[in-house]
């Protein structure tokens, strides 16, 4: 497999960059679209799993679907008319589901290759913890939208964790998903040696940037004039 | 002075500029008014925080809180021009947080929002008691928000981040 996972760098829009690319594909685009999707699996093995596929089988499909993304050219022929990245994916995988079951007679792909490093575990605890949607793709966009979440907080943490303050972030992670309750920040003033109203300067300079991470992390799976509509999407995703 | 019927002109359009970052905002501080505070008392934290950036996006200034006691208590130490508030909250209900707070007279300032994706007749009753509150059921959409935060405060500057 040749495919690199590199996150240090990304166009600003793989998407629209993708979509700009015509037949002339930007390798670095479309290599970033790996990593998008390689980062966003989970949704897909929980809509695998909502629409009745058992545990096992779930990871075959989702296994065997990103060994054939990762190697055969998925992005032929991609233009605009695809949509988001995020429909675009799950088109891709209907598609991908429905051949497997097709050669169901067959050795699966999943089954003697090469395993991509997935964690199944968390993806079924994911799965479990879930509010149940009526349908697999309701459970996809509501999955899509917690995955997209974990995603901007793993990246904050690696980003402070480079910049050497790592402690800091591990003190603070309390803070970004609570406001105040059960999070003191005179006991995080305490544990990190520093004055209240620094620990609390700190956490707010943390938020601010896990914003930032967050809309630019949207930013990299739809047009930016599309922002405000795939945030009502995700909104929408926890609603029945 | 901005006419208060006219609210399309009051505040900018929902700014989906993504290059807008806190330094930025930062520095438009300087030349505007405060942004308008608003608390949103949410009990699941992944709409929270999605509703968080949405407004922040407008230019507002969002404060979340996940359970009733924790609004209660942000009602009590700041001043919030507006209030989102869950209905269905895991230790009690808006109605209570709201109606509580008001006793104290912690809302003096404060424009009320409720939601609730069970919008039964009897919620939206219990939401018109509380004077100059609006009852939304979820799902909302954020453009419809937008515009009844808008009639709510027809002449509030934000920050066009």
């Given at each position: 497999m040749t495919t690199s996972f590199s996150r240090d760098y990304f166009p600003t829009t793989h998407w629209s960059v993708i979509n700009n690319a015509?037949?002339?594909?930007?390798l670095l685009a479309e290599s970033a679209l790996n990593e998008l999707c390689f980062r966003y699996w989970e949704p897909l093995y929980v809509f695998a799993r909502h629409g009745g596929t058992a545990h096992a089988n779930a990871e075959d499909l989702v296994q065997s679907f990103f060994l054939d993304f990762l190697e055969e050219n998925?992005?032929?022929?991609?233009?605009?008319?695809?949509?988001r990245f995020r429909a675009f994916l799950l088109e891709c995988f209907k598609n991908h589901s429905r051949n497997e079951w097709k050669r169901a007679g067959r050795q699966k792909r999943g089954g003697g290759a090469d395993h991509l490093p997935l964690d199944w575990a968390t993806a079924d605890e994911k799965f479990q913890s879930l509010m149940a949607a009526e349908t697999p793709e309701k459970m996809y966009d509501r999955a899509w939208a917690v995955t997209l979440l974990e995603q901007v907080l793993e990246l904050l943490g690696e980003e402070m964790q480079a910049k050497g303050k790592g402690e800091l972030f591990e003190e603070l992670k309390p803070s970004l998903m609570v406001d105040r309750a059960d999070f003191s920040y005179g006991d995080a003033a305490n544990r990190l040696k520093l004055s209240e109203e620094a620990t609390r300067q700190a956490a707010k300079r943390l938020r601010e940037y896990y914003q930032k991470l967050l809309r630019q992390e949207i930013l990299k799976t739809c047009d930016p004039a599309e922002v405000e509509q795939e945030i009502q999407f995700l909104l929408n995703a926890f609603s029945d | 002075m901005n006419s208060k019927n006219n609210t399309q002109t009051c505040l900018p359009p929902p700014s989906t500029d993504l290059a807008c970052n806190s330094a930025d905002a930062k520095e438009s501080k300087a030349a505007i008014p405060p942004m308008l505070q608003v608390l949103l008392l949410e009990d699941n934290v992944e709409l929270a925080e999605l509703l968080r950036l949405m407004f922040e996006m407008w230019g507002f200034q969002p404060t979340v809180a996940h359970l009733g006691r924790d609004a209660s208590r942000l009602l009590e130490e700041q001043e919030f021009r507006l209030a989102l508030v869950d209905i269905d909250l895991p230790d009690t209900t808006g109605f209570e947080v709201v109606a509580g707070a008001l006793a104290q007279g912690w809302l003096q300032n404060t424009k009320i929002i409720f939601f609730s994706g069970e919008p039964s007749d009897d919620r939206v009753a219990m939401a018109r008691q509380f004077p100059g509150s609006l009852f939304v059921p979820k799902p909302f959409e954020m453009q419809n928000l937008l515009g009844l935060i808008q009639k709510l405060f027809p002449n509030e500057p934000t920050c066009e981040c």
């Amino acid at each position: 497999m040749t495919t690199s996972f590199s996150r240090d760098y990304f166009p600003t829009t793989h998407w629209s960059v993708i979509n700009n690319a015509g037949n002339s594909q930007s390798l670095l685009a479309e290599s970033a679209l790996n990593e998008l999707c390689f980062r966003y699996w989970e949704p897909l093995y929980v809509f695998a799993r909502h629409g009745g596929t058992a545990h096992a089988n779930a990871e075959d499909l989702v296994q065997s679907f990103f060994l054939d993304f990762l190697e055969e050219n998925y992005l032929q022929g991609l233009d605009s008319k695809n949509g988001r990245f995020r429909a675009f994916l799950l088109e891709c995988f209907k598609n991908h589901s429905r051949n497997e079951w097709k050669r169901a007679g067959r050795q699966k792909r999943g089954g003697g290759a090469d395993h991509l490093p997935l964690d199944w575990a968390t993806a079924d605890e994911k799965f479990q913890s879930l509010m149940a949607a009526e349908t697999p793709e309701k459970m996809y966009d509501r999955a899509w939208a917690v995955t997209l979440l974990e995603q901007v907080l793993e990246l904050l943490g690696e980003e402070m964790q480079a910049k050497g303050k790592g402690e800091l972030f591990e003190e603070l992670k309390p803070s970004l998903m609570v406001d105040r309750a059960d999070f003191s920040y005179g006991d995080a003033a305490n544990r990190l040696k520093l004055s209240e109203e620094a620990t609390r300067q700190a956490a707010k300079r943390l938020r601010e940037y896990y914003q930032k991470l967050l809309r630019q992390e949207i930013l990299k799976t739809c047009d930016p004039a599309e922002v405000e509509q795939e945030i009502q999407f995700l909104l929408n995703a926890f609603s029945d | 002075m901005n006419s208060k019927n006219n609210t399309q002109t009051c505040l900018p359009p929902p700014s989906t500029d993504l290059a807008c970052n806190s330094a930025d905002a930062k520095e438009s501080k300087a030349a505007i008014p405060p942004m308008l505070q608003v608390l949103l008392l949410e009990d699941n934290v992944e709409l929270a925080e999605l509703l968080r950036l949405m407004f922040e996006m407008w230019g507002f200034q969002p404060t979340v809180a996940h359970l009733g006691r924790d609004a209660s208590r942000l009602l009590e130490e700041q001043e919030f021009r507006l209030a989102l508030v869950d209905i269905d909250l895991p230790d009690t209900t808006g109605f209570e947080v709201v109606a509580g707070a008001l006793a104290q007279g912690w809302l003096q300032n404060t424009k009320i929002i409720f939601f609730s994706g069970e919008p039964s007749d009897d919620r939206v009753a219990m939401a018109r008691q509380f004077p100059g509150s609006l009852f939304v059921p979820k799902p909302f959409e954020m453009q419809n928000l937008l515009g009844l935060i808008q009639k709510l405060f027809p002449n509030e500057p934000t920050c066009e981040c």
